[in-house]
């Protein structure tokens, strides 16, 4: 949107020039608009071309599938809890763990930037780099300061996650935007459910070691890194590498005048992109005026609703999913390896999440009116899962809560981008998203610092479980509360509009009075009104 606008700054220019001859003037050919090449430059709709980015979106959903072959995920803490590693409880939970946060955190925004500066590749690089670091030390690892070093490039794995969500879009045409974006989330999803059953195979049947499986784990990584290195580099990005850009329309405008014009008549050259048009200073630039806008998007009631629900039902979310392998292991402390059912466990949540999501974009309310209530019901069944599973003794009624807590999550989510997407552009929207992770980073690292880390309370796994349902429980009550004044203030303003505001007075119809002026005749003998 501002780039397009600051293309038509561009033309305004070009425009402006006047011609000192007319007949010069006359023999030029009319140049084509911008805004039309632009669309030429960045949307290739041509059949030798639709090939190329087909081929694309095909290698890089394999590739989202390759990088989620993980076996061993599921059974991190388990390992670290074994004799393999012989790491104490307390020792996971509030030294080893909080780093992932600590690290999230850290290193979100400079992903995030560099993720559009470089054009993505090179950060899927980095993440699949960062896997098979994060194998390696959990293989070959013994000290604490090892593991601690291990959740730290755990973070940046997940920081740059936002390279594969967003890498996909600068492959493909707009118009199927939502076909694509389904494809990429499905492969993932699916990379993730066999990793998970995969891995519980593995554990329950084939009876092999905690450290074989991250061996076998480290080998799928290494062979996403090599995937990694052979993805297409794009040569679009949202917020960067404006200027490069528009040097590459100039190119194509001017190529295209060149093809329409004829006998020999003279076609003016478009100004450089480093002297006039759409290049302007960094304060102009389109990072910049997004951020500016930002101070639009909180005043809308729909999008500031579905934002702060990212923020903070994010964070408790995360919360629970970073530790909840931890209460597993506290609620039920398996003898053999084979009765560790963490893998089936997350392949059943990871199913019923895709589940849960795909319902959603069948639902049909008005979620301008419902949305409160809709969250407020969710967040308060999240809050009962959270206390079922703190308090019970069953393991299996902690796993099912677990799969049922993360469905209501999921469910969710669709429902929130569709929310906040739907009424914002491309850009505007990369960087909402953005900028409530950021937050919800934020928060999730003071909570984890207060809560979990040795230099605060440094509680155990059960009191923090019982923080994150009280946590849920005053989130319920916020959002039902809110359903509660939207509801009945839309209700009353109905039934305001109902009730007549004026008393009807009946007026008695009688013979009207033509002006004078109209029952004169005119010089020809007529009226006006014939």
Request: aromatic share 12%; with cysteine.
């Amino acid at each position: 949107m501002v780039e397009s606008m600051a293309c038509g700054e561009g033309k305004e220019e070009l425009k402006e020039q006047p011609s000192t001859d007319e007949n010069e003037h006359a023999n030029e050919v009319e140049e084509p608009p911008l805004n039309i090449l632009d669309t030429k430059a960045d949307l290739p709709d041509e059949p030798q071309q639709r090939w190329t980015w087909k081929w694309s979106v095909i290698f890089l959903c394999f590739y989202g599938f390759m990088a989620q072959l993980k076996p061993g995920e599921p059974f991190i803490t388990p390992h670290l809890l074994s004799t393999e590693k012989n790491f104490t409880r307390k020792q996971v939970t509030n030294e080893i763990n909080p780093v992932l946060s600590y690290s999230y955190m850290a290193v979100l925004v400079p992903i995030f930037l560099l993720t559009d500066y470089l054009r993505y590749k090179p950060v899927l690089v980095l993440q699949s780099m960062s896997h098979v670091s994060i194998w390696l030390l959990l293989l070959l690892g013994t000290s604490l300061l090892e593991m601690q070093f291990m959740e730290f490039f755990y973070g940046i794995t997940m920081a740059a996650r936002v390279a594969y969500s967003s890498y996909i879009f600068s492959l493909v045409p707009a118009s199927v935007y939502q076909k694509v974006a389904s494809y990429s989330r499905s492969s993932v999803l699916l990379g993730v459910f066999t990793s998970s059953v995969m891995g519980q195979l593995c554990i329950s049947l084939g009876g092999i070691t905690y450290g074989t499986l991250s061996a076998i784990s480290l080998g799928f990584v290494s062979f996403g890194l090599l995937l990694s290195g052979c993805l297409p580099w794009p040569k679009r990005s949202l917020f960067f590498n404006q200027s490069h850009l528009e040097e590459e329309r100039r190119i194509a405008a001017q190529s295209e005048l060149d093809k329409i014009k004829s006998d020999g008549k003279a076609v003016k050259a478009l100004p450089s992109s480093g002297s006039r048009g759409c290049t302007a200073s960094w304060t102009n630039s389109l990072f910049i005026q997004m951020l500016k806008e930002l101070r639009n998007v909180v005043k809308v009631h729909n999008l500031r609703l579905w934002s702060l629900w990212w923020v903070f039902n994010s964070t408790g979310y995360y919360l629970v999913v970073f530790y909840v392998h931890i209460l597993w292991n506290k609620v039920h402390t398996a003898t053999e390896q084979k009765y560790v059912y963490n893998g089936g466990v997350e392949a059943a949540s990871t199913l019923l999440g895709a589940i849960t999501s795909f319902v959603a974009g069948f639902v049909k309310i008005r979620w301008k009116l419902w949305s409160e209530l809709v969250i407020g019901v969710i967040t308060a069944a999240q809050a009962a899962l959270l206390l079922l599973m703190d308090t019970t003794d069953n393991i299996w009624v902690c796993y099912v809560a677990y799969a049922l807590f993360r469905g209501f999550y999921q469910f969710l989510v669709p429902v929130a981008t569709f929310q906040i997407a739907s009424s914002l552009n491309k850009q505007l929207c990369a960087l909402v998203f953005g900028v409530n992770t950021f937050l919800g980073t934020i928060l999730k690292t003071i909570v984890t610092l207060i809560v979990a880390d040795k230099r605060g309370l440094a509680l155990p796994v059960h009191s923090q479980f019982f923080v994150y349902f009280f946590y849920f429980t005053l989130l319920a009550v916020v959002y039902l509360s809110c359903a509660i004044w939207v509801i009945v203030h839309h209700y009353r303003s109905q039934r305001q509009e109902q009730v007549p505001t004026e008393v009807t007075i009946p007026v008695e119809l009688g013979a009207v009075e033509m002006p004078a002026s109209e029952t004169d005749p005119l010089a020809n003998g007529n009226t006006v009104k014939t």
